[in-house]
């Protein structure tokens, strides 16, 4: 765990401004990646229509219905984690004054982010057509579900919708012999995450190209489409073999064994993975030195090789069980990863917060919130020897860096801004 | 096998003349399946042949003084050194961090492991079991009185490749800005964990539930934890659904779906964060009926018109199959003189001002070895 907030000497994106117009979750981590890496991202927000991320059960007391309906905007602490290091304009986009002050906005910026469902940019004259002629070179970056064209262009979706579409949700759950219904759900964001990188990925593309050609672009981030870009593997296993994938449960032909297996205490779980005969004499060897009443894994045929393994997979899943019941499973993994073997605990958000290897490596940092206080939010997940990312300020307050956008960035004076408030423009 | 693989790849995809180096045996991928016909053979690795699209190959032998010499030769003219070696060789092919920044000022390495080149796990043995293990992906996903379940067919290597095309293109443009500073001399050493992406752009999320509310997590089958009903996975007549529509206009054309069933009158089927969180069964087994009088294409077209965020779970052949992305002409149709022709995944994004475009297959073990090495 460290501070954040130490110098970042050479943040690499120091030179790009982006028009982040995101909410709910692909869209601000989109924005929030770019702003590790250091470009000025400016949240564009309002009263008028708050990102739901705003809303919901406050970080202190109990007050769910309250926070429904927006009166804890800064006390939202996912909403931290997704919009740190950027900053906050209120603009009315329900007004015609706040979408041209908008439009200004993204004329002085290099990118304009979105997450809106297909048509939404156009009606607010922030589509790449329109922009391009207050800003030559503007790249305009966009998350639809679905995409723009196509018969599912205006389908209604969430992560889970889009992971049941590419086929992924068909692979999450036990092997169909086991009589279990399908799993399906995972407990995260998966294609909102996939959709976050292949944008930010998109731009910083799209940037590199600017910056050679003076040539801006429209990028389009498909939920689909990124999800199932990571998908080739069954898409081709159903190619070459004629046979639907169907859940694996934790097997991997590649493997054996290879599961999640229960330890000594109330469910503690510890991930064993054997891929080699090297592998797989040092985990029987390990297990043979505990019970030396029984016969030898180490020379057991049913083992012998990978294909035995494969073959009797369910059996060794019996095997190791009977031993690991025993152990903790950081015992299990240090004895196992001393013999060079792949062993981990599977750890839930607790163990993961305590564990030594993922502070060090600062995968969760503290930083200052003026109204929350000392606060974690997740860190940055590259680290860059020479132009390091960082988080280096909390997510901004509603309209926090109204005076900076509009009075240093579009020129406009006190008084105007003072009107714009009245009318509810900036608001 | 995969994430830096995938990541080089996601690179091509964008212009980048990406040079596969494998060892003379060949990527331990090839050796991977799935091949046709169940059939193992070193040049129809489906996972070689997806992972390696568009690339070119060279074989180099990394025990051997010559082979590493060949591989620095290699990187003196590269942009962006991809690599995701086992730990012990790092230092024998002179590809640490020390190393590299010494031999070659200006090159951009993206490092890609399973817990990362620090810490104290640098030097475990790993696979993406315990990636999603340390990652807190397995410990929430499977049936609550069953074994936890690592995401299907290595998802977060993929991921983590992904990101890694991400901070490659970053460190391009910090090169290209002209920034120095330090011993920053344009080339840097890009440290990923497969499992630091995973915690934080994934999991990281749990983190205030568990310090706001002491929620450490749990496995909730088919249903989403912490959430608004209806959220889960259910059986419809020829295969499953997955229905997610929290917002309350979504829920109603939902309802109206069903016929407006006299259920919700009651004040217990009102609630809808109980239903979600205190007895979801009972509330699933409300709207189950329903699915199981109808199958994913009626769902899927009911659904669409009503605008309700619900959609059939499809299997991998129908995924291939579905005509939106056919008709958005997604897929790549790519033929390997020696696997045949098959249907791959698209790019994950598209600029549509510089499309990318798949030039060749997978290159054959050591095809391009005259072509780069001169041999």
């Given at each position: 765990m460290t501070?954040?907030?130490s110098?970042?000497p050479?943040?690499?994106?120091r030179?790009?401004?982006?028009?982040?117009?995101?909410s709910?979750?692909?869209?601000?981590?989109?924005g929030h990646?770019?702003?590790?890496?250091?470009?000025e991202v400016i949240?564009?927000?309002?009263?008028a229509?708050?990102?739901?991320m705003?809303?919901g059960?406050p970080?202190?007391g109990?007050?769910?219905a309250?926070?429904?309906?927006g009166?804890w905007p800064?006390?939202?602490?996912?909403?931290?984690?997704?919009?740190?290091?950027k900053?906050?304009?209120?603009l009315?986009?329900?007004?015609e004054?706040?979408?041209?002050?908008?439009?200004?906005?993204?004329?002085?910026s290099?990118?304009?982010l979105?997450?809106?469902s297909p048509?939404?940019?156009e009606?607010?004259?922030?589509d790449?057509a329109?922009l391009r002629?207050v800003?030559?070179?503007?790249i305009?970056?966009?998350m639809?579900a679905?995409?723009d064209?196509g018969?599912l262009?205006d389908?209604v979706?969430?992560?889970?919708?889009i992971?049941?579409?590419?086929?992924?949700?068909?692979?999450?759950?036990?092997?169909p012999d086991?009589?279990e219904p399908?799993v399906?759900?995972?407990?995260?964001?998966?294609?909102d995450t996939v959709?976050a990188?292949?944008?930010?990925?998109g731009v910083v593309a799209?940037?590199r190209r600017?910056?050679?050609?003076?040539?801006?672009?429209?990028v389009e981030?498909?939920?689909?489409e990124?999800?199932?870009?990571l998908l080739g593997?069954?898409?081709?296993?159903?190619?070459m073999t004629g046979?639907i994938p169907?859940?694996p449960?934790?097997?991997?032909?590649?493997f054996?064994?290879?599961?999640?297996?229960?330890c000594?205490?109330?469910?503690?779980?510890?991930?064993?993975?054997?891929?080699?005969?090297?592998e797989w004499q040092a985990?029987?060897?390990?297990?043979?030195?505990d019970?030396?009443d029984?016969?030898?894994?180490a020379t057991d045929?049913?083992f012998a090789?990978?294909s035995?393994?494969?073959?009797?997979r369910?059996?060794?899943?019996?095997?190791?069980?009977?031993?690991t019941?025993?152990l903790s499973p950081q015992?299990?993994?240090?004895?196992?990863q001393a013999?060079?073997v792949a062993a981990m605990?599977?750890?839930?958000?607790?163990?993961?917060?305590?564990?030594p290897?993922?502070?060090?490596?600062?995968?969760y940092v503290?930083?200052?919130?003026?109204?929350?206080?000392?606060?974690m939010?997740y860190?940055?997940?590259w680290?860059f020897?020479?132009?390091?990312?960082?988080?280096?300020t909390?997510?901004?307050?509603l309209?926090q860096?109204?005076e900076?956008v509009l009075?240093?960035l579009l020129?406009i004076?006190?008084?105007?801004i003072?009107?714009l408030i009245a009318q509810?423009?900036?608001? | 096998m995969?994430?830096?693989?995938?990541c080089?790849k996601?690179?091509g995809e964008f212009?980048?003349?990406?040079?596969?180096?494998e060892?003379?045996?060949?990527?331990?991928?090839?050796r991977a399946?799935p091949?046709?016909?169940?059939?193992?053979h070193?040049?129809r690795s489906?996972l070689f042949l997806f992972?390696n699209?568009?690339?070119?190959?060279?074989?180099?032998?990394a025990n051997?003084p010559?082979?590493?010499?060949?591989?620095?030769?290699?990187l003196?003219?590269?942009?962006?050194?991809?690599?995701?070696q086992?730990y012990?060789t790092?230092?024998?092919?002179?590809?640490?961090?020390?190393?590299?920044?010494?031999?070659h000022?200006?090159?951009?390495?993206?490092?890609?492991?399973?817990?990362g080149?620090?810490?104290?796990?640098?030097e475990?043995?790993?696979?993406?079991?315990?990636?999603?293990?340390?990652?807190g992906?397995?410990?929430?996903?499977?049936?609550?009185?069953?074994?936890?379940?690592?995401t299907?067919v290595?998802?977060?290597?993929?991921?983590?490749?992904?990101?890694?095309a991400y901070?490659a293109?970053v460190?391009l443009?910090?090169?290209?800005?002209?920034?120095?500073g330090?011993?920053y001399e344009?080339?840097?050493y890009?440290?990923?964990a497969?499992s630091?992406?995973?915690?934080?752009?994934?999991?990281?999320?749990?983190?205030p539930?568990?310090?706001?509310r002491?929620?450490?997590?749990s496995?909730?089958?088919?249903r989403?934890?912490?959430?608004?009903?209806?959220?889960?996975?259910?059986?419809?007549?020829?295969?499953?659904?997955?229905?997610?529509?929290p917002?309350?206009?979504?829920?109603q054309?939902f309802?109206?779906?069903?016929?407006d069933?006299?259920w919700?009158?009651?004040?217990?089927?009102?609630?809808?964060?109980?239903m979600s969180?205190q007895?979801?069964?009972?509330a699933?087994n409300l709207?189950a009926p329903?699915f199981?009088?109808?199958d994913k294409a009626e769902?899927?077209?009911?659904c669409?018109?009503?605008r309700?965020?619900?959609?059939p779970v499809?299997?991998?052949?129908?995924?291939?199959?579905?005509?939106?992305l056919?008709?958005?002409?997604w897929?790549?149709e790519?033929?390997?003189?020696?696997a045949g022709?098959?249907?791959?995944p698209?790019?994950?994004v598209r600029?549509?001002?510089?499309p990318?475009?798949?030039?060749?297959p997978a290159?054959?073990l050591?095809q391009?070895?005259?072509d780069v090495?001169g041999?």
């Amino acid at each position: 765990m460290t501070v954040a907030g130490s110098p970042m000497p050479l943040p690499p994106l120091r030179n790009v401004r982006v028009v982040d117009l995101g909410s709910a979750w692909a869209g601000p981590m989109a924005g929030h990646l770019l702003a590790d890496m250091g470009a000025e991202v400016i949240k564009v927000e309002s009263r008028a229509r708050m990102d739901g991320m705003r809303l919901g059960r406050p970080m202190v007391g109990e007050d769910l219905a309250g926070g429904d309906r927006g009166l804890w905007p800064e006390l939202q602490p996912v909403f931290h984690g997704l919009n740190r290091n950027k900053l906050s304009v209120t603009l009315n986009l329900r007004t015609e004054a706040g979408r041209g002050l908008l439009q200004q906005l993204a004329s002085v910026s290099d990118v304009v982010l979105a997450n809106f469902s297909p048509g939404v940019l156009e009606r607010l004259g922030m589509d790449y057509a329109s922009l391009r002629v207050v800003k030559r070179d503007i790249i305009v970056a966009s998350m639809p579900a679905f995409g723009d064209s196509g018969p599912l262009r205006d389908m209604v979706a969430y992560a889970p919708i889009i992971q049941a579409m590419s086929g992924m949700m068909s692979l999450v759950g036990y092997a169909p012999d086991e009589g279990e219904p399908l799993v399906g759900e995972l407990q995260a964001a998966w294609s909102d995450t996939v959709a976050a990188l292949c944008a930010a990925l998109g731009v910083v593309a799209a940037l590199r190209r600017r910056n050679r050609t003076g040539q801006g672009q429209y990028v389009e981030a498909a939920h689909l489409e990124g999800t199932a870009a990571l998908l080739g593997v069954p898409m081709l296993d159903y190619q070459m073999t004629g046979t639907i994938p169907v859940p694996p449960g934790n097997d991997d032909p590649d493997f054996a064994p290879h599961n999640n297996y229960p330890c000594a205490g109330d469910d503690t779980w510890i991930a064993i993975g054997v891929s080699t005969d090297q592998e797989w004499q040092a985990l029987a060897g390990t297990i043979d030195s505990d019970r030396t009443d029984r016969v030898r894994l180490a020379t057991d045929a049913r083992f012998a090789d990978q294909s035995s393994r494969w073959a009797n997979r369910r059996a060794l899943d019996e095997v190791i069980a009977e031993w690991t019941i025993e152990l903790s499973p950081q015992q299990v993994t240090e004895r196992l990863q001393a013999a060079g073997v792949a062993a981990m605990p599977v750890m839930n958000i607790a163990d993961q917060f305590a564990d030594p290897h993922l502070n060090a490596r600062e995968t969760y940092v503290e930083i200052d919130h003026p109204h929350a206080g000392a606060e974690m939010v997740y860190g940055v997940p590259w680290r860059f020897s020479g132009t390091p990312g960082a988080v280096r300020t909390p997510a901004p307050l509603l309209g926090q860096h109204n005076e900076y956008v509009l009075r240093q960035l579009l020129g406009i004076d006190g008084s105007r801004i003072d009107d714009l408030i009245a009318q509810q423009v900036v608001y | 096998m995969v994430s830096a693989p995938f990541c080089a790849k996601v690179l091509g995809e964008f212009g980048a003349d990406v040079i596969k180096v494998e060892p003379p045996e060949g990527d331990a991928a090839r050796r991977a399946g799935p091949f046709p016909g169940a059939q193992p053979h070193v040049e129809r690795s489906g996972l070689f042949l997806f992972a390696n699209l568009g690339k070119r190959g060279v074989t180099l032998n990394a025990n051997e003084p010559a082979g590493i010499d060949g591989l620095h030769r290699l990187l003196a003219d590269t942009d962006i050194f991809v690599e995701n070696q086992a730990y012990p060789t790092l230092a024998g092919a002179g590809i640490t961090a020390e190393e590299l920044r010494v031999r070659h000022p200006h090159l951009i390495t993206v490092s890609l492991s399973p817990y990362g080149r620090t810490g104290d796990y640098r030097e475990y043995a790993g696979y993406d079991l315990q990636v999603n293990a340390l990652s807190g992906m397995s410990f929430g996903t499977g049936h609550p009185h069953r074994e936890p379940l690592t995401t299907p067919v290595r998802q977060a290597g993929y991921l983590a490749g992904l990101g890694g095309a991400y901070a490659a293109i970053v460190a391009l443009l910090a090169r290209e800005s002209g920034l120095t500073g330090g011993e920053y001399e344009g080339g840097q050493y890009i440290d990923i964990a497969d499992s630091g992406v995973i915690s934080t752009l994934l999991t990281g999320y749990h983190l205030p539930t568990f310090i706001y509310r002491g929620i450490a997590g749990s496995r909730s089958g088919n249903r989403m934890r912490l959430g608004l009903f209806p959220n889960c996975v259910l059986p419809c007549r020829d295969g499953y659904v997955c229905i997610d529509a929290p917002q309350m206009e979504q829920y109603q054309r939902f309802l109206h779906l069903l016929g407006d069933p006299d259920w919700t009158d009651n004040p217990r089927y009102r609630d809808r964060r109980a239903m979600s969180d205190q007895y979801p069964q009972e509330a699933e087994n409300l709207i189950a009926p329903w699915f199981m009088e109808h199958d994913k294409a009626e769902i899927l077209q009911l659904c669409l018109e009503n605008r309700i965020p619900c959609a059939p779970v499809l299997t991998m052949d129908e995924a291939l199959e579905l005509s939106h992305l056919h008709q958005r002409d997604w897929f790549v149709e790519s033929e390997h003189p020696d696997a045949g022709a098959y249907r791959f995944p698209g790019a994950p994004v598209r600029l549509h001002g510089s499309p990318g475009r798949i030039v060749r297959p997978a290159p054959l073990l050591g095809q391009h070895n005259a072509d780069v090495l001169g041999r």
